[in-house]
């Protein structure tokens, strides 16, 4: 499919409120740093029309403060922010788990073995871009396999405080992912619903807890 070389505005402000709120969740900005929209434009190469409506965007989803003469800061977000959404994402996402374990799709296993082998090739050799996108795909296709597309959609709103580009960047966080999503993929494939639910739960939770400690070691050296 050939797509328009100009895209439409609401898709580039997508774009930018999830950079910018990648480098919230992740810590890389901390709170109280000035987030402005031409700096944002200039990084991801865009007007500044797009990256002000994403400001306003991550500022009514709590990301962002606004204040008279000081223009968009980074709110405050700590780390039991950090486990009380993860604690919604788990439910959300063993739900969904549970129930493409459940519909048992041949075709859809299939394509999830292939994202983990791809997933396997990357961990071995360290691309680290690679295994970070193997993993949003792997999780993407569970979701979609659930036959549960409202589901689906709430949990992608909750996601949005993941960080797309954090966790392959840690010390052993790539060989715990492949086993992690063996164990996920195993049960699917069993098509146990219980043992899917248990396995995403403890994954999605152990998630939470390496960026919350991330977020308060950091938060810990801003205040020093």
Same mark, same amino acid.
Request: no cysteine; glycine share 6%; proline share 4%.
């Given at each position: ?21 990648? @480098?919230?969740? #992740? ?7 000035? *987030? ?11 007007? #500044?029309?797009? /990256? !002000? ?11 962002? $403060?606004?204040?008279?003469? !000081?223009?968009?800061?980074?709110? =405050? ?6 486990? $009380? +959404? ?10 969904? /788990?549970?129930?493409?374990?459940? =519909?048992?799709? /041949? ?23 690679? *295994? ?8 993407? @296709? ?11 959609? *709430?949990?992608? +709103?909750?996601? !949005? ?13 790539? &060989? %715990? ?5 063996? &164990? +996920?993929?195993?049960? +699917? ?17 152990? %998630? ?12 810990? $050296?801003?205040?020093?």
């Amino acid at each position: 499919m050939v797509y328009a070389e100009t895209r439409p505005r609401p898709q580039l402000s997508e774009e930018a409120a999830s950079y910018v709120r990648d @480098q919230i969740t #992740s810590g890389t900005l901390a709170p109280g740093t000035p *987030v402005r929209p031409e700096v944002i434009a200039a990084e991801l190469g865009i007007s #500044s029309t797009p /990256a !002000r409506e994403a400001l306003q965007s991550l500022r009514a989803e709590g990301f962002l $403060d606004l204040a008279p003469r !000081r223009g968009f800061t980074v709110a =405050r977000l700590t780390g039991d922010d950090i486990r $009380d +959404i993860y604690l919604v994402q788990a439910w959300v996402a063993s739900e969904l /788990a549970a129930r493409a374990a459940k =519909r048992g799709d /041949a075709a859809v296993i299939g394509r999830l073995e292939e994202i983990h082998a791809d997933l396997i090739r990357a961990a071995e050799v360290g691309d680290l871009e690679q *295994v970070e996108r193997m993993n949003h795909r792997f999780h993407r @296709q569970i979701n979609l396999a659930s036959g549960s597309p409202k589901l689906a959609w *709430v949990m992608q +709103i909750v996601s !949005r405080y993941a960080p797309r580009r954090f966790y392959a960047s840690i010390e052993g966080w790539s &060989e %715990a992912t492949v086993g992690d999503h063996t &164990e +996920i993929l195993d049960a +699917i494939r069993a098509g146990d619903p219980e043992l899917a639910r248990a396995r995403m739960h403890e994954h999605t939770l152990a %998630a939470g807890r390496l960026l919350a400690s991330r977020v308060e070691a950091r938060q810990r $050296d801003s205040d020093v």
